[in-house]
């Protein structure tokens, strides 16, 4: 049974619009983080939450905000929608923020803006 | 800011071949270095880690040794299979208080294997 669950698994939205991205864990994990890849650019950390608290956001655009209403929730809502948002969204867990916790990933949802 | 280079793009060899793609890191402190593998459709997995100097990560014939003094976090496998065709990452971690949990990437070395 997956562990981590991406929803949906594909999205193509129009430029200008509104997508919010599902990521739930069922590893009895603490942190959850979201990163991207794109064509452009390797994977890249956007966001990190400990307990539901964001501990850190390395995202320039305030256009990208995640969502943590249960422990083991983290969405990705992604607002006014541009064709450079394409890329795959990863969401991925850890027991905890610190340590050498292992982070286990997701299978993404891969978004294309139109 | 932290950084990690690997150099190879694509790595194209044949079953059996010897297999090295490099890693460098550029980070303060003493941070843990990980390499993961991708394969098509899904998110990276772990292969495995080093939080030390000198210290070897391994995992199903894949090895590398940190090693502080070149900053390099080499990935080698002696014989490589078709089965390990897939995208591998390069990634460090700090591990000081304070400093968060992201991983930092390198850009990936797709790896095809042919029979």
């Known amino acids: 049974d997956p562990k981590i669950i991406q929803k949906p698994k594909y999205l193509v939205a129009v430029t200008g619009s509104e997508k919010i991205l599902i990521c739930e864990q069922y590893?009895?994990?603490?942190?959850m983080y979201w990163y991207r890849q794109s064509a452009k650019k390797p994977l890249e950390f956007m966001f990190s939450?400990?307990?539901?608290?964001?501990?850190d956001n390395q995202t320039a655009s305030s256009r990208f905000q995640p969502q943590s209403s249960k422990k083991n929730h983290l969405d990705l809502q992604i607002t006014a929608l541009k064709p450079d948002d394409s890329a795959t969204y990863f969401c991925?867990?850890?027991?905890?923020?610190?340590?050498?916790?292992?982070?286990?990933f997701g299978p993404g949802t891969r978004l294309t803006v139109l | 800011g932290d950084s990690v280079t690997q150099t190879e793009g694509q790595v194209a060899l044949s079953e059996e071949d010897f297999l090295t793609i490099h890693c460098n890191y550029s980070?303060?402190?003493?941070?843990?270095l990980f390499w993961y593998v991708q394969y098509p459709g899904e998110g990276p997995q772990l292969l495995f880690r080093?939080?030390?100097?000198?210290e070897k990560g391994s995992s199903r014939g894949f090895e590398a040794t940190y090693d502080k003094g070149t900053t390099s976090f080499h990935l080698r496998k002696a014989s490589v299979q078709e089965s390990d065709s897939a995208v591998y990452y390069c990634?460090?971690?700090?591990?000081?208080?304070?400093?968060?949990?992201?991983?930092?990437f390198g850009k990936g070395a797709k790896l095809t294997v042919s029979p």
């Open positions: 991925a867990s850890s027991l905890r923020d610190w340590g050498s916790y292992e982070q286990y």
């Open positions: 590893l009895g994990h603490n942190a």
């Open positions: 939450y400990s307990y539901q608290k964001l501990m």
């Open positions: 980070a303060s402190g003493y941070p843990t």
């Open positions: 080093a939080s030390r100097d000198k």
């Open positions: 990634a460090l971690r700090r591990m000081q208080q304070g400093t968060g949990s992201k991983l930092s």
